[in-house]
């Protein structure tokens, strides 16, 4: 089991930005994938960003491509995902994931799931 719990949201005004971390413990932090993802209300769950386990690749959702970068700290069991120049539509809940050792964009291939951390942008 991987515990992973999620911090940083707020509320935030458009142009701003955040740091989402989150911490994970449990297993060999090292071994797997990390991705996060956004659920709006009424929509569904979207992918945002993933991290390979060593940290040396990368992938974005186009739609935060050049404003989000992803990062981890693997000596400190922590994910980040820093978002500058939000936009009122990055509103949602925040959830990062853990997938075992290769990297994916896609919410079903995540086995660990943290409880989301709410995000608001206002305009």
């Known amino acids: 089991q991987v515990q992973l719990v999620e911090s940083g949201g707020g509320l935030v005004q458009a142009g701003g930005s955040l740091r989402l971390s989150c911490a994970a413990s449990g297993r060999t932090f090292s071994n797997y994938a990390m991705g996060w993802f956004r659920q709006a209300p009424g929509k569904e769950r979207e992918f945002v960003a993933a991290?390979?386990?060593?940290?040396?690749?990368?992938n974005y959702a186009d739609s935060v491509k050049g404003r989000f970068t992803i990062s981890r700290d693997n000596a400190k069991n922590t994910v980040y995902l820093q978002m500058n120049s939000l936009k009122p539509e990055d509103k949602a809940v925040y959830y990062c994931a853990a997938r075992w050792a290769l990297r994916s964009d896609y919410v079903n291939e995540y086995d660990y799931w943290g409880q989301g951390t709410q995000v608001t942008v206002s305009s």
């Open positions: 991290i390979s386990s060593s940290g040396g690749s990368r």
